[in-house]
């Protein structure tokens, strides 16, 4: 098998991963697979993705009003739809040399708690109602890639990343933290072995902590409406990938990606101080995703993909914005391409892992669909 079958199989992967849902607030697996595109070539993708979840029972915790109640019933949906859109280009400027710009939308948050009931105020719903977050991202990669030899790809570039956020308690003095806009700067390096005859490539990718300085408003009863300042640094990651062919027209892929979770957290001034010093949003633990998939190339023309992720559960205690803790994703994708162009989908269906938070509430079966798409044109 060469790259180019393997490249119409590489694609349909792409269809099926890009409606996956990756751990903490990452809601795009960053990809460098474009700086290995033959010549000029454009890509556009996106996916939408349906998730499921709710919450049982709980107990306030200390340092909250209300600290020792228990708290029955179920909290309903609290997971949002939401779209997540993609671009890339990719040029030579010699043999050797060629750059790739990718813009990709990689955190995000989107949770609401439907409002309460007229029932008791320990129901479930009355504490959690009105609490949500919304968080959203856009990032820039630039990179410049140099083939050392004719299996060893370097590249590296800066990345600007953007992000805009607000998130509310109402069981928290009714909390409310709302975030401006802030830009903040990383860089992405890395390297690829391959040999064209068998399709093997292996690629591994750092890309950098990213640090943001917010100035946010927050408001509660308690503290009334300040101005302050809030940090947060984007996690680092590192991200094995890896295919070769295994048969004729047949591809064996996989991805290895790590995030730095555990040196990540959301800490507004006012809400540790509400707390006792308890973040409004932090992972105790590392998160790691795996990937493991074949691919086939049917015809000419046609190819398709299947592939299972997998991120472990930490058993740790998760903010009630995102209280998932690992899942196991099933992807299927196929795509037609011809001289001209690529167009793959995919589809996906994500088992949330169960979670508990600070207030001991039961979060589990929950479960998502995605749906992915990703066109490219060959300039």
Do not use: C
Request: glycine share 12%; net charge negative; no cysteine.
């Amino acid at each position: 098998m060469n790259f180019k079958i393997a490249g119409a199989i590489a694609l349909a992967v792409a269809g099926s991963s890009s409606a996956a849902l990756a751990g903490g607030l990452e809601r795009a697996i960053p990809s460098v697979s474009i700086l290995f595109e033959d010549n000029t070539y454009l890509e556009f993708s996106g996916s939408f993705v349906l998730p499921e979840l709710d919450g049982d029972d709980g107990v306030i915790p200390p340092g909250f009003p209300g600290a020792g109640a228990t708290l029955s019933g179920n909290t309903g949906d609290l997971l949002d739809n939401y779209f997540n859109l993609g671009a890339a280009f990719k040029a030579d400027i010699t043999d050797e040399l060629s750059y790739a710009l990718i813009i990709n939308q990689p955190l995000g948050a989107n949770s609401s708690y439907p409002t309460g009931t007229s029932g008791s105020p320990l129901d479930v719903r009355n504490v959690y109602g009105g609490s949500g977050a919304e968080l959203v991202s856009v990032a820039a990669t630039a990179l410049l890639a140099y083939d050392v030899t004719d299996r060893v790809k370097v590249y590296a570039g800066p990345v600007v990343q953007f992000i805009d956020a607000d998130a509310s308690l109402s069981f928290l003095s009714d909390y409310n933290v709302d975030a401006d806009p802030s830009f903040g700067y990383g860089f992405t390096v890395g390297a690829a072995y391959s040999v064209p005859d068998i399709a093997l490539r292996v690629a591994l990718t750092y890309r950098s902590a990213i640090a943001h300085d917010l100035d946010t408003e927050e408001s509660s009863t308690a503290l009334g409406t300040n101005e302050t300042d809030t940090d947060i640094d984007t996690p680092q990651s590192l991200t094995l990938d890896f295919q070769t062919g295994i048969a004729a027209d047949t591809l064996l892929f996989g991805q290895v990606h790590w995030v730095d979770w555990s040196d990540f957290d959301i800490s507004p001034p006012n809400y540790l101080t509400l707390t006792g010093g308890r973040p409004l949003v932090a992972y105790e633990e590392d998160w790691i995703i795996y990937t493991l998939g074949v691919g086939r190339r049917f015809t000419d023309t046609w190819s398709g993909a299947f592939s299972v992720n997998y991120e472990p559960q930490t058993d740790t205690e998760l903010t009630s914005l995102g209280p998932v803790d690992g899942r196991i994703g099933l992807n299927v994708g196929a795509t037609y391409e011809t001289d001209r162009y690529k167009v793959s989908g995919g589809v996906n269906y994500t088992f949330l892992g169960d979670a508990r938070n600070v207030l001991d509430t039961d979060f589990d079966d929950g479960s998502a669909i995605g749906v992915g798409f990703r066109v490219g044109f060959k300039l």
